[in-house]
């Protein structure tokens, strides 16, 4: 990765992109009052793809089994807080707080990915 590609281009957007497009759909079909589904809950699933093409770019491998296996221990350690703090698991509580931890990691990582390939990109190795 010595030069900027178009698709490198297109993947430093990509979230941009995607929290507009999950966004409309949202105030679109009026899913935040039927179901309760923000916008990060649209999102995830689209950024988890944009997570295995900008890491496939930037490492020429991809990181999606370790953003799994990351998923797993967050569901696993928000279980066990869930049973100790309210003596059971509350499902519809869990898995919104699982799915909404799941965003913010998950977007951490592509941002830190962000910065990584264009300080990669503007270090030349």
Not at 60 to 65: A, L, V
Not at 105 to 121: D, E, N
Request: glycine share 4%.
């Amino acid at each position: 990765m010595n030069t900027m590609t178009p698709m490198l281009f297109f993947w430093i957007f990509y979230p941009f992109i995607m929290m507009s497009a999950s966004h409309f759909i949202v105030k679109r079909w009026s899913l935040l009052q039927r179901y309760q589904l923000r916008t990060s809950d649209i999102a995830t699933p689209l950024l988890f793809i944009g997570l295995h093409y900008l890491s496939d770019e930037i490492f020429s491998i991809s990181i999606t089994p370790y953003m799994f296996m990351i998923v797993c221990i967050i569901g696993i350690v928000i279980a066990v807080m869930h049973a100790y703090f309210y003596g059971d698991i509350h499902y519809k509580f869990y898995f919104k707080m699982f799915w909404r931890f799941t965003f913010l990691i998950s977007l951490l990582v592509y941002s830190f990915l962000i910065v990584y390939g264009l300080i990669r990109l503007i270090n030349g190795f």
